[in-house]
């Protein structure tokens, strides 16, 4: 039998929902219209005058070669971060969900991480990767193995993405361990019985099945890609050499609290918000339609 909750005194309900809603209305909503305010604006480096510009602000910034490669860059950094964040969680989840001694321990130990901070966890990959006194990176140039992320741009794209996809995939890791618990041991017990191998079995059945939890970790990687990794790439490369990891987020920052120019930052904050939210509509829009409630 359904109940239904019923609340004697109408008022009750807004009070239980304010303090959400204030906190939404203080740290998303009045900052993102600051942020297409001053889109449209440009000021001076103090702030003293503000000139009313209309669309300027957006038409230098698609005219300017460099934000189309910073663009580039995104691209490539929240796709390779998305892929082996997404891909190893699962092999790790899949290895978890066996019947081995210690799995507790083993599921706790890579729970761990997601506990780190990023800029705590950019400075770990220093230690492995720095040319002169990271582990990996010392090793690979004494094996005559040249690698100097700090002066190559393709070294230090492969090591931002690595340290901002570590850093992801014991969240990554506990939605697709819950998945998997879930699947009812009787359907692949079944597919075992009719003579489907395990790799068979994972993908005809166990895959489609975790279709919900893949599908929600990939809008959740794709926002913490775009919003999450600035902590990680100010950290190990500050969006080095030469602009080569300097992703949107990055560049807005840089715009606006390094070089104080407001109106471009807030113009690209704006861009980076509109196309965070026509991926998630996307997403939902013809992604959803292949996955299996």
Not at 14 to 21: M, V
Not at 31 to 52: E, H, S
Not at 82 to 95: E, F, H, K, R
Not at 168 to 182: D, E, H, M, R, T
Request: net charge positive; hydrophobic share 55%; with cysteine.
């Amino acid at each position: 039998m359904n109940r239904k909750v019923v609340f004697e005194q109408k008022l009750l309900p807004y009070l239980l929902l304010a303090p959400q809603l204030v906190v939404t209305v203080v740290f998303f909503f009045w900052p993102a219209g600051q942020a297409v305010w001053f889109a449209f604006l440009r000021q001076d480096a103090f702030g003293i005058r503000t000139t009313f510009v209309g669309l300027e602000n957006f038409q230098d910034l698609f005219a300017d070669p460099l934000y189309l490669e910073t663009v580039r860059n995104t691209v490539v950094f929240c796709t390779g971060v998305t892929l082996i964040a997404l891909s190893l969680a699962l092999v790790l989840a899949v290895l978890a969900d066996r019947q081995i001694r210690g799995a507790g321990l083993y599921r706790t130990l890579l729970i761990w991480p997601y506990a780190i901070a990023p800029a705590i966890a950019a400075v770990l990959w220093i230690f492995l990767f720095h040319p002169q006194v990271g582990l990996f990176g010392r090793a690979l140039n004494d094996a005559g193995i040249p690698f100097d992320y700090k002066l190559n741009g393709n070294q230090a794209m492969l090591v931002v993405i690595l340290a901002a996809a570590w850093k992801q995939v014991s969240y990554n890791f506990i939605f697709f361990l819950a998945g998997l618990q879930s699947i009812p041991k009787s359907v692949l017990e079944a597919a075992a019985i009719d003579g489907a191998r395990p790799v068979r079995r994972f993908w005809t059945i166990t895959f489609p099945l975790l279709s919900p939890t893949t599908f929600f970790l990939v809008v959740v990687n794709l926002v913490y890609a775009f919003f999450e990794t600035f902590g990680v790439i100010d950290a190990l490369t500050r969006g080095g050499p030469a602009k080569a990891t300097e992703t949107l987020i990055y560049r807005a920052y840089v715009d606006g609290r390094i070089n104080l120019d407001l109106g471009m930052s807030s113009a690209q904050s704006v861009v980076l918000m509109i196309v965070v939210i026509a991926l998630t509509m996307i997403q939902f829009r013809f992604i959803e339609r292949r996955v299996h409630y």
